[in-house]
């Protein structure tokens, strides 16, 4: 009985060696996007500034292009609001929430730039984007 209860401990203790190593790996794969994100925040905030001198600038800005630049920039600070709570979700070890809000806050990212990008092609005045 002990010879089979000796025989699995390596078998318990590779199980144990493999989730935590992959646990570790999605831990530094979350900060990594985490670290991401926040770069492509700050450089959404950039266009998002861009778009609004230049519009100011120009002369441009219509009620339409307004409240479209207004939603967006609106979108950007609730993005910006989660970058915080993506940090206490790490220090907190909770993976699944802060790869869920990682993800949700990339989609809502990849929606503002869309809305940036077409602020701009549908304003013939502005430059291209």
């Keep these: ?22 646990r570790r790996r999605r831990l530094e794969q979350i900060e990594e ?8 925040i700050s450089e959404l905030l950039a266009k998002a500034d861009e778009v ?3 519009g100011k600038y120009l002369g441009v800005p219509s009620a339409e292009w307004t409240h479209i ?4 920039c609106s979108e950007l600070v609730k993005l910006g609001d989660d970058l915080p709570k ?3 979700m790490l220090e907190e070890q909770d993976l699944n929430g802060a ?6 806050s990339c989609r809502k990212a990849s ?10 092609l549908n304003e013939r005045r502005l430059p291209p984007p």
């Design 69 to 72: 630049l207004r939603a967006a």
């Design 52 to 54: 609004d001198q230049q």
């Design 33 to 40: 996007y985490h670290e991401r994100l926040r770069s492509v």
């Design 99 to 104: 790869r869920d809000t990682v993800l949700e």
């Design 1 to 22: 009985m002990f010879d089979r209860i000796a025989a699995l401990i390596p078998i318990f203790r590779s199980f144990f060696f493999y989730f935590r190593d992959r």
């Design 86 to 88: 993506i940090e206490k």
């Design 111 to 120: 929606k503002i730039s869309r809305q940036l990008d077409s602020i701009r």
